[in-house]
């Protein structure tokens, strides 16, 4: 039996349409070459050459033996030129997803009486005197669609030996109907199952709960379950809700490098980048002396792949500046990195951020800006991902819709550092850490004002000290703050840090030099004050961070899909 | 003078209105502390106390100081809650840009007669005999605002001294008018000029053309060109494009790890990821013995941030793969890492990836899925980019504007790899390799294929010899080949490689067990063969690439803000 070649017979499922499969494999090696490709023979269907536990896909050729037709897609342009060889490419067809029947405002009311087709994995299986229930999720959204069968259904067997059990992958087809439940508007009465792939009896994501700390050792089938599928859909919700909201703006995207020699913030904590180090896959067992050194004993940096020590960014805003500084406003959104040894909940080695920069700008459009962007993209959330937010706000936070629809609907508070500190004086509250100006602000201090203050409205606390904070930030003219604001939201703590930019180039300068930082290594920065230096500000909001505030989520480890940590580097 | 603190004074400018400006800076560091801050008074502006040449923010205290007036912004909701400090953060305004004058379909001549104030930097100035014409750019769109001036223009005289010169940043208002020249449909008819930030006379960007060799020397003052201007602006699109493109298909965005510890494609070429090195900034003298050893003289990894060898990612597939098999469809956008030594145009350290991954899917769909992708991307440039792809053009590339639009409007072409061989053997063309079955295609033959036999069209490769694909591609029924396929387009030759993945698990093990890979450290990749295994496909994009083919930029540094190739990792 010869792979399907010819464009005329995708996989893909047409909406509310007829079965267009073909058998995608064959249990043993056949030798003729498919040539010409839409010329190839199609093998008839043996089932005893096909054993089912090997080959999924054989109930898939049972389908195609079954006679269902298979159509052969025109293309409505003109022939491409071509030689004796080459054939069309077929046109892409969007797969029918559970989301698009169950995600109508109607809940799919709308298309009782079609037959559909669903494909997907097994959540449970009932099987009850005389009808079997199973559900079936495609990831599309969170609901199952549920399939009712009975013992006449095509492919019933396969549910009686046991093969359709919770993790197999299935095709169904049958009527849409609607459902004698209360859970869900419809369900599918099965006219025809197949099995594509069975699961292993060791399948460890059955449908008893298991824990987060459990499903983080399974980071790759956790998005199989209601909240990985939840998380995984608010997270690209927010992303692209961020891409939206800057793109509507006008700013344009910026891809900041990744490897970089500088250190942003001259903040230590950074991963090398080497290629010093032999890598071979299998770099366990690497002689210390195969690493290239000078006659001092000095790793000999010239051998490596950069010339000079690299480093992981921790920052792209630098990077940012130049770009802003020419196209006036820019975001960058890209993985940033942190070597710092910190076993908690709210840090990750490797994260997202989200960094805007404006150009003609003041903390005040920055606050402006980072207070509209929040608003835009949990709105966003809130209305397209609905199903799933009402998930979150049964099973992992409750309130949280309450919590984000506030955030949206509020005005965002300021205060200066200097207010806030007399806040927290006067409020006589006995705090772990004391405070007095000067002093870095701690959670339960970020907390006490935004929970019992300000009754959880997101906060932004703006003109910091000038000593807790990095030397670009633009000096404020009682020379002992900066144009810095952090912004506060309730549960996350500081979820957006940013300011306005020191753009005189003398202020730079000298700021530089009080830190002891090499000016020489600024080079570039410093360029940007000295040719057509503007006023300009941006922050820097950590995504993760943003996808626990947006689901409740309290680990940040379970806000990405694969997380860096110390000791954890797995998948 | 008092920071300006209250949210009533945002530096950005409401579109079509009065200058809402504040002075953003002072001269002197004053002691008194804006608190509260609305009440900080405001300083009366003294010419002789700001020398025009240290703080550039002068001329905008001098706006101010012409009694312009402020407004005071309004939100519509109520007042937040607040104790007894505390202020509310401002609205959001989109500056006034000068794509949203000369990008308008009339190109701007619907608001001649309006008072407008333009912010950016020059680009050109050149003073006649009554008249002084600058040329002003804010990175917003190629086309400069064309301002032309009278002596009569409050602030002429810092065009007189000579401070308003190329690079400077400046900041004018007047009245667009139609303009006498052929270039432009409007023009801004001077009533007020402020020098922003003055430009110093080594500005490296002067009018006379550079090479771009010069300009990746000065990566942070590239933006400010048209070329690396209209990459970035036609980058950015490229970018949204396919967000938009897998945001409407129903595919969820999925970040796969930078870091990791595992080699997707066992091909080694990857940097190693360590914090065994002490990093403090200034590593330059790293003595050999600072890292940490075993007793035989072994790297011990154990002490490493991870407690093994890590690397940074070549490719995000095997984990989009994870998120496939739950959410059916979905797709990487992310940094990519390959540490070979390579000097070309075509190769870069560090770049971009985009990996869609699709479930349920099989070649076919794969490459239709890939083909309707790149006509997608491609068409939003040529709708969105207009003026960009004009200007590629006429100074990149003649023709690229009609090779893009073949692109969109033809059919791509699909070929096996042994129909391709034998067209190539067939054609008794002299070709530096030779050609036979099994051999990896080279440029040469991948030109001739495209731009010789199919004139020009995009052309899917496909069905390649397994010997020369990667392990996870999955086998055809031939035995010797494997459904993968490359789409080679003309001038950048492949573009885009995919494949449809190996989900029979005896297969993928013995496949793994040929090529001697590490069947236990692919465990994870293994397992979504154990459960519910489905027909997948993905494939994978150079970022880069399509922003070459999209722009007609030869080398593959420019088509990047901040290339990384060896030797060089500066800014």
């Known amino acids: ?31 003729s070459r498919p040539f010409p490709p839409s010329a190839a023979p199609r093998r008839p269907f043996h089932p005893s050459a096909a054993p089912r536990r090997r080959c999924f896909c054989t109930a898939i050729t049972a389908a195609l033996r079954s006679g269902e037709a298979i159509e052969t897609k025109k293309s409505e342009l003109g022939d491409p030129p071509r030689g004796e060889f080459g054939g069309r490419v077929g046109e892409f ?24 087709t669903v494909v997907g994995w097994v959540r449970t299986l009932r099987a009850q005197s005389s009808v079997t229930f199973i559900e079936v999720n495609d990831g599309s959204c969170l609901s199952n669609m549920q399939c009712v069968m009975d013992s006449d259904a095509e ?36 006219k025809k199952i197949m099995l594509v792939g069975k699961s292993d009896p060791s399948y460890p994501i059955q449908k008893k709960r298991v824990s987060r700390e459990f499903l983080r050792t399974k980071a790759h089938l956790r998005p199989r379950t209601n909240t990985f599928g939840a998380v995984a859909r ?19 995207w910026v891809s900041s490098p990744i490897i970089t020699a500088s250190d942003c913030e001259g903040a230590g904590e950074q991963f090398c980048v080497t290629t010093l180090i032999p890598s071979s896959g299998e770099t366990t067992a690497t002689p210390i002396d195969a690493i290239p050194k000078t006659e001092n004993g000095l790793i000999d940096w010239s051998q490596d792949f950069f010339g000079k020590p690299a480093f992981l960014t921790v920052s792209g805003q630098l990077n940012a500046e130049t770009y802003a500084t020419a196209l006036s406003d820019v975001y960058t959104f890209g993985p940033t990195f942190r070597a710092e040894n910190s076993n908690t909940a709210r840090h ?9 920069e404006l150009a003609f700008a003041d903390l005040d459009d920055d606050m402006a800006c980072a207070a509209a962007y929040l608003q835009y993209v949990v709105r966003h959330v809130l209305e397209n991902c609905k199903e799933d937010m009402e998930f979150f706000n049964t099973w992992i ?51 006490y004002i935004t929970e019992q203050v300000f009754h959880g409205c997101p906060v932004i606390i703006r003109d910091y000290p000038k000593d807790i904070k990095a030397f670009y930030m633009r000096q404020n003219d009682d020379g002992r703050t900066v144009a810095a604001m952090d912004m506060l939201v309730p549960r996350v703590g500081e979820l957006i840090g940013g300011s306005q930019r020191e753009e005189r180039l003398e202020y ?29 500000a941006g922050f820097g909001l950590g995504f993760e961070r943003l996808v626990q505030f947006a689901t409740g989520i309290e680990n940040i480890r379970d806000a990405i899909p694969f997380p860096r940590t110390p000791g954890s580097s797995e998948f």
């Open 397 to 447: 936070e409750k309130g949280i819709i309450d919590r984000l629809t506030d955030v949206v609907n509020k005005d965002f508070v300021q205060l200066t550092y200097t207010d806030a500190v007399e806040l927290l004086v006067k409020s006589r509250k006995k705090f772990e850490f004391p405070v007095k100006w000067g002093c870095d602000l701690q959670s339960e201090h970020e907390r």
């Open 155 to 190: 492919g019933y067997d396969q549910v009686e030996s046991g093969l359709v059990s919770t993790g197999a992958s299935i095709w169904i087809q049958g009527i849409l109907v609607a459902s004698q439940g209360s859970k869900q508007k419809v369900e599918l009465k099965v």
């Open 93 to 116: 067809t969007k797969r029918l997803k559970i989301s698009e029947i169950k995600g109508s405002p109607d809940e799919g009311l709308g298309l009782v009486g079609q037959t559909l």
């Open 234 to 252: 608010v997270r690209n919700a927010l992303a692209y809700a961020t891409h939206k909201f800057f793109q509507e703006n006008g700013f344009v």
């Open 1 to 31: 039996m010869a792979f399907p070649l010819s464009p005329s017979t995708p996989l893909r499922l047409k909406p509310y349409s007829t079965l267009r499969l073909l058998s995608l494999c064959s249990n043993s090696f056949s030798k």
């Open 348 to 356: 990750l080695a490797e994260f997202w951020m989200i960094e805007p």
């Open 508 to 536: 730079l300068e000298a700021r530089l030099d009080d830190l002891k930082l090499n000016k020489d290594s600024y080079w570039w920065y410093l360029d940007l004050r000295r040719y057509g230096s503007v006023p300009h």
